[in-house]
């Protein structure tokens, strides 16, 4: 869950029929499982299961060695793949599709699955620089960094400091460049469940990503934290735009 992609619609049926449309159903050798979710009676949690080869999954963290040897012991053992899930949630008063991972095949690979089953179809969010900077001046108690593109023949210029927003460098970058700002990262001004408010949260304007970390770490956040965030990001993108 460390990056959650959101998507919009325009409208969908009730909780209780997503639900009859999405659960148990297959797409290959992968499939939904649905119910309505226990935080709120407008949301639905979807999980995404399928299966990965392991070495795949090896090599992007292990060297060639390491991940020759420990395939080779599974595959001998007759496994060489393994199930994996992905958690969704769609909520049906923000009007909003959330998938706990970041854009990519296999994020295609569901929402185009979601789609197919409700009839719809979804739009990713995105945010222009004033709706970032709106984010981390109404929803924020510290800016920590902000990606700028195409910035003095860069493909992106990033700046980080402590209160960023009133750093001399970035006042300067934001007022020659107001339109490259595409991603801002920041300390949320939310309600934590358990108080930790130290971690940090990152929006992506062009993905329409957001991403949560402490100290460059992934860190779980409780859904209740989550649903905050989601909404920030829907209010500021503009209901209307769903």
Same mark, same amino acid.
């Given at each position: 869950?460390?990056?959650?992609?959101?998507?919009?619609?325009?409208?969908?049926?009730?909780?209780?029929?997503?639900?009859?449309?999405?659960?148990?159903?297959?797409?290959?050798?992968?499939?939904?499982?649905?119910?309505?979710?226990?935080?709120?009676?407008?949301?639905?949690?979807?999980?995404?299961?399928?299966?990965?080869?392991?070495?795949?999954?090896?090599?992007?963290?292990?060297?060639?060695?390491?991940?020759?040897?420990?395939?080779?012991?599974?595959?001998?053992?007759?496994?060489?793949?393994?199930?994996?899930?992905?958690?969704?949630?769609?909520?049906?008063?923000?009007?909003?599709?959330?998938?706990?991972?970041?854009?990519?095949?296999?994020?295609?690979?569901?929402?185009?699955?979601?789609?197919?089953?409700?009839?719809?179809?979804?739009?990713?969010?995105?945010?222009?620089?004033?709706?970032?900077?709106?984010?981390?001046?109404?929803?924020?108690?510290?800016?920590?960094?902000?990606?700028?593109? @195409?910035?003095?023949?860069?493909?992106?210029?990033?700046?980080?400091?402590?209160?960023?927003?009133?750093?001399?460098?970035?006042?300067?970058?934001?007022?020659?460049?107001?339109?490259?700002?595409?991603?801002?990262?920041?300390?949320?001004?939310?309600?934590?469940?358990?108080?930790?408010?130290?971690?940090?949260?990152?929006?992506?304007? @062009?993905?329409?990503?957001?991403?949560?970390?402490?100290?460059?770490?992934?860190?779980?956040?409780?859904?209740?934290?989550?649903?905050?965030?989601?909404?920030?990001?829907?209010?500021?993108?503009?209901?209307?735009?769903?």
């Amino acid at each position: 869950m460390s990056i959650i992609t959101v998507f919009s619609f325009e409208s969908l049926p009730d909780a209780q029929k997503i639900v009859r449309l999405l659960d148990k159903k297959k797409n290959e050798d992968a499939w939904l499982t649905a119910k309505e979710s226990k935080y709120s009676k407008t949301e639905v949690f979807i999980q995404y299961w399928y299966y990965e080869d392991v070495e795949n999954i090896l090599k992007q963290t292990m060297s060639e060695e390491d991940v020759y040897e420990i395939v080779s012991f599974m595959k001998n053992n007759g496994k060489s793949r393994i199930l994996k899930r992905t958690y969704c949630f769609i909520n049906l008063f923000l009007k909003t599709l959330e998938i706990y991972r970041g854009p990519n095949k296999r994020t295609d690979e569901i929402v185009a699955l979601i789609e197919k089953l409700l009839k719809i179809k979804f739009k990713p969010i995105t945010l222009g620089p004033e709706e970032l900077r709106k984010i981390y001046s109404e929803h924020a108690t510290e800016l920590k960094q902000a990606m700028f593109t @195409n910035v003095d023949g860069l493909i992106y210029e990033i700046l980080k400091a402590d209160n960023l927003e009133d750093n001399e460098r970035y006042q300067q970058c934001l007022q020659a460049h107001p339109e490259n700002l595409r991603a801002v990262t920041f300390r949320p001004k939310i309600n934590f469940l358990n108080g930790n408010n130290r971690y940090q949260v990152t929006v992506n304007g @062009n993905k329409g990503t957001i991403r949560l970390s402490s100290n460059d770490v992934f860190q779980w956040r409780p859904r209740f934290e989550i649903r905050q965030l989601i909404f920030i990001l829907k209010n500021v993108a503009g209901f209307a735009s769903s």
